[in-house]
């Protein structure tokens, strides 16, 4: 694996070439072409693992955040695992309030907070899918000596909330061997 960056999917694409002359231009977001569009995380690949959940699967990796995510006015939506259309799987503080953490599992009582979240549901779920529904593109990407991701924000950091997490930012880590420490599926 070659070098590989991440760039905002706002940029002009010729500012992107200017800033990376050579690279190859990858829009992972749920906007992207086929076949990366299937790194997206609300792409519908179907039987994913829902953390603290047995028996429980999944459409996407967004629908296992939105679904476990706790609000004010609103617990768990059991619903938004088999949505499958890439658009309706938000749910969001304008409509249910502000936002209390995520349920460790559908049936669970521990509420996790933002970065306990992160690290316990998005990023092993996230991972799941890069690691058994996208190995084969994961694999084209690493034989890529000049690579750029496109997303929307850029921070792989878990820690940091200034910003929401790029999946672009977590399979660059993932593509170079330098994923965060977390559970795995």
Known sequence: MGVVHVASRRRRPESVRGAFPGATVVDVTSRGREPWVRFSPFYPHGGIPVPFSPGVSA??????WQALKVFEKGDVDAGKLG???MI?????VRRFGAVLGH????????????VAARRQIYLPTY?????????DLVETLRAE???????YTANGDPEDTSTP??????????????????PVL
């Open 165 to 182: 997490l790029s999946h672009a930012a977590l399979l660059a880590l993932h593509l170079t061997g330098r994923w965060p420490g977390i």
């Open 83 to 85: 949505v499958t259309s």
């Open 103 to 114: 349920r460790a599992g559908l049936q669970g009582t521990t509420l996790l907070d933002y």
């Open 88 to 92: 309706g799987i938000k749910r969001t």
């Open 145 to 151: 000596e000049n690579l750029v991701l496109l997303d």
């Open 127 to 135: 991972r799941w899918v890069l690691e058994h529904r996208v190995s």
């Open 59 to 64: 459409a996407s990796v967004e629908g296992v």
